[in-house]
């Protein structure tokens, strides 16, 4: 089956892991299940998936350890499954990597409509575009942004960064100079209300400033806060 097909399942109550499989199979994926952090991290590591769908209370492992482990290896779409009262773990699970959290009790079919959300807007951008005689690329003197490709250069070297980064470095470039705030960026980047935690674009941008900067300091700097505002993405005359 087609690797963008396939989920990979890590939470440790069986029953729940029995309904999400249910239900995403009945969409058509193919489901992969582990039952703790430990062998959900082997799968994660050996293999490829569209997306994982993480729960952040798991024995041995937590959810937290597990998601910092993979994304030092791999970009695959993170969803963080989290019980209410967790905040402080769904924000630690952002600075580690996740690209999106759902929060216990959930429905079955808001986690088909989010996994499905999820994969259509990393699709959508890390797939070549058909019949185009137009490349979709954005270009600035320290990075460019290859839409087509899904790729960012920092001066020339490759920055290897998750979905949901890519996708806040590319809304922000799309608009050079341009200030949006967090309930824009929510809105824009996130499609969604997420919750009024406007720390989750906080913690983005900084892991996107930090994987720019290890590349390029003028790529690094040019993400910019404006205090008490939001962010924009600066372009300077030099």
């Not at 729940?16 to 994926?29: H, V």
């Not at 720390?199 to 806060?225: C, F, P, Q, W, Y």
Request: charged share 35%; with cysteine; glycine share 6%.
């Amino acid at each position: 089956m087609d690797e963008l097909n396939k989920i990979l399942v890590i939470e440790d109550e069986e029953r729940i892991r029995r309904l999400l499989k249910m239900y995403l199979e009945r969409e058509g994926y193919e489901i992969d299940e582990a039952g703790d952090g430990e062998s959900g991290l082997e799968l994660a590591m050996e293999n490829n998936y569209s997306l994982i769908l993480l729960d952040l209370m798991l024995p041995e492992m937590d959810g937290i350890e597990v998601c910092k482990t993979i994304r030092t290896k791999k970009v695959t779409p993170i969803i963080m499954l989290t019980a209410k009262g967790e905040e402080s773990n769904r924000v630690e699970g952002f600075e580690v990597g996740t690209d999106d959290y759902i929060v216990k009790p959930f429905s079955p079919r808001e986690v088909v409509l989010r996994v499905k959300a999820l994969l259509r807007r990393s699709t959508a951008t890390s797939l070549p575009a058909v019949n185009s005689t137009t490349k979709d690329v954005l270009e600035f003197e320290h990075i460019e942004i290859d839409n087509d490709a899904h790729r960012v250069l920092a001066d020339g070297e490759e920055v290897s960064l998750t979905p949901k980064e890519y996708e806040l470095l590319h809304f922000l470039a799309s608009a050079p100079d341009k200030v949006f705030d967090r309930e824009q960026l929510l809105k824009e980047v996130w499609q969604y209300e997420f919750f009024g935690d406007l720390r989750t674009v906080d913690t983005h941008v900084k892991r996107l400033r930090e994987k720019l900067n290890k590349v390029s300091e003028g790529a690094g700097k040019m993400i910019v806060t404006v205090w008490g505002v939001g962010y924009k993405f600066e372009v300077t005359d030099e």
